[in-house]
């Protein structure tokens, strides 16, 4: 394996990430978000997100392969917070430190931030738990989000 963190830049980066999008909402969300809101998340709609957002989007690739990514950024309205907008590899891809190795370096886009926030669906027990070994706790932060049926999510917090 030849894995490595780069900021996405290419086309084929564009559409590698979307298929990670796609398909990591396939394999991790499934029995929590509402199948059919699933049904429609296109690889094609993914692409599309990918384009029309590029900035600050890390992706991490084995040789040529896109095998998860990172967004980050700025919270609107606050001066000192930023958020990691989403984190997904593979499933073929995880535990081999590479969701640790993504996340290490989204937080290196977050420098001079006092506090970074990320959203978890309440139900996605696996992702909590990568996320409180990197640092991260609920603050008791919550909504509702509206996937074909309302799903719950938690915000978590860490100070940097």
């Known amino acids: 394996m030849d894995i490595f963190i780069k900021p996405m830049e290419t086309e084929d ?7 990670v999008h796609w398909k990591s909402w396939q394999e991790s969300y499934r029995g929590i978000v509402d199948q059919g809101y699933l049904d429609r998340m296109t690889i094609s709609r993914c692409e ?6 590029p900035e600050n989007t890390l992706v991490a690739k084995d040789g ?5 990514f990172a967004c980050a950024g700025a919270v609107n309205g606050e ?5 990691v907008y989403a984190l997904y590899v ?15 370096e989204a937080l290196s886009l ?10 978890a669906f309440k139900e996605n027990v696996k992702a909590i738990r990568f996320y409180e070994h ?3 706790h609920p603050d008791g932060g919550e909504k509702e989000l509206v996937l074909g049926t309302p799903v719950k999510g938690i915000r978590m917090a860490m100070e940097l």
Do not use: P
Not at 48 to 53: G, K, N, T, V
Not at 79 to 83: L, N, Q, S, T, V
């Open 64 to 68: 040529a392969r896109v095998i998860g």
């Open 110 to 119: 977050l420098k001079g931030c006092r506090v970074v926030y990320l959203w």
């Open 90 to 104: 593979l499933e073929e891809y995880q535990h081999q430190g590479i969701g640790y190795a993504l996340m290490r």
């Open 13 to 19: 980066e564009i559409r590698g990430k979307a298929y």
């Open 134 to 136: 990197v640092g991260f």
């Open 79 to 83: 001066i000192d917070a930023g958020e």
């Open 48 to 53: 599309e997100m990918a384009s029309r957002y």
